[in-house]
């Protein structure tokens, strides 16, 4: 029997010092200082916690028969090949990292490495916010690693398929497609984005829109429940095709022709009319700079990627 072949993708751990740093807060008196210290302790306990649960999942892995070696996520920047399974261990950025550097060939598991812990967060409230990883799409914590894996490795799941966002700038594919969204903005938040934008099918355009807000925010399916949702969007059901886009901010409040879909056969195209701008992929850490003139395509026709979902989620996508 072949040996499966998997890469441990995980987050990075917060700096050592902060457990330095908590205890010379704790030897002074003031408020200030007493809260200083809650915060650092709280920061150097999800430290351990994510040690804690990357150690487990390493032991548990030693114990099957499986290869497999570890990566961190800021180490790897190419796209991963030859392996059968990527297991993303922190929480959604790891595993939205991980989405972007596989095809539709190799399967994903996120592990939650750091879930918040309800009452910590109740103990805290009138402190600071001390929730922790929201890990929508893992679809594991330390806690049942062991078993989802089994289950992984004796095929008794498949993973599903998700959409994904393919963008093209000047006709020019980028890289990385979309797993959650894309948000196309003025690089200073107080300052107005101006672009105009249409939706295509076969071919034939619908009648230009022109905006001047705060910029565009365009999600899939998976991205929807995310800052989508927060910003007044709808959520759409995980596996749609569809994309959802709106328009944040519009000085001609009002409109209904600022919030829409965009059909799996259709795509999204946007001419840019600021001298600056910047184009975000899932989150902060990917962007593409824009400029005057500039133009951006999206449809939801990349490779989808493949996931295993936890079953909270699949009951509440039937």
């Known amino acids: 029997m072949v040996r499966k072949r998997l890469l441990l993708l995980l987050k990075p751990s917060y700096d050592p010092s902060l457990h330095t740093a908590a205890a ?9 200082s007493s809260n200083r210290h809650k915060v650092l302790k709280y920061l150097h306990n999800r430290t351990l916690a994510h040690k804690n649960a990357v150690n487990f999942c390493q032991n548990v892995l030693s114990k099957k028969s499986v290869e497999w070696e570890t990566a961190l996520r800021s180490e790897i920047s190419e796209p991963i090949r030859d392996v059968d399974l990527v297991i993303a261990i922190g929480g959604d950025g790891t ?24 009452k910590e ?34 095929n008794r799941v498949e993973p599903f398929e998700l959409s994904r966002m393919a963008i093209a700038i000047n006709s020019k594919p980028i890289p990385t497609y979309a797993l959650n969204d894309i948000l196309l903005a003025h690089p200073c938040p107080a300052t107005v ?8 099918k076969d071919g034939e ?19 929807s429940t995310a800052a989508m949702h927060s910003a007044g969007g709808f959520t759409m059901p995980i596996f749609s095709r569809e994309l959802q886009y709106l328009v944040r901010e519009p000085i001609a409040a009002g409109s209904n022709l600022t919030h829409g879909f965009v059909k799996s056969n259709e795509t999204m195209d946007i001419s840019w009319f600021c001298q600056k701008g910047v184009l ?8 593409h700079s824009v400029q005057l003139g500039d133009t951006i395509e999206m449809s939801s026709r ?17």
Request: glycine share 6%; proline share 6%.
């Open 280 to 287: 975000f992929v899932d989150g902060s850490n990917v962007f």
């Open 121 to 154: 967060v109740a103990e805290f409230i009138e402190e600071f916010d001390a929730t922790r990883s929201t890990g929508y799409l893992c679809a594991s914590t330390a806690s049942n690693f062991e078993e989802v894996v089994d289950d992984i490795l004796e």
């Open 302 to 318: 990349a490779p989808q990627l493949k996931m295993y979902l936890s079953p909270e989620i699949i009951s509440r996508n039937k």
């Open 24 to 32: 010379a807060a704790a030897t002074t008196t003031t408020a200030a």
């Open 95 to 118: 595993l939205l990292h991980a989405s972007h550097l596989v095809d539709d060939s190799i399967p994903i598991l996120g592990v939650n490495s750091d879930p918040t812990q309800p």
């Open 193 to 200: 984005s101006r672009f105009s934008f249409r939706i295509k």
């Open 205 to 223: 355009p619908s009648p230009l829109l022109h905006s001047r807000s705060s910029g565009l925010r365009v999600s899939t399916g998976a991205g």
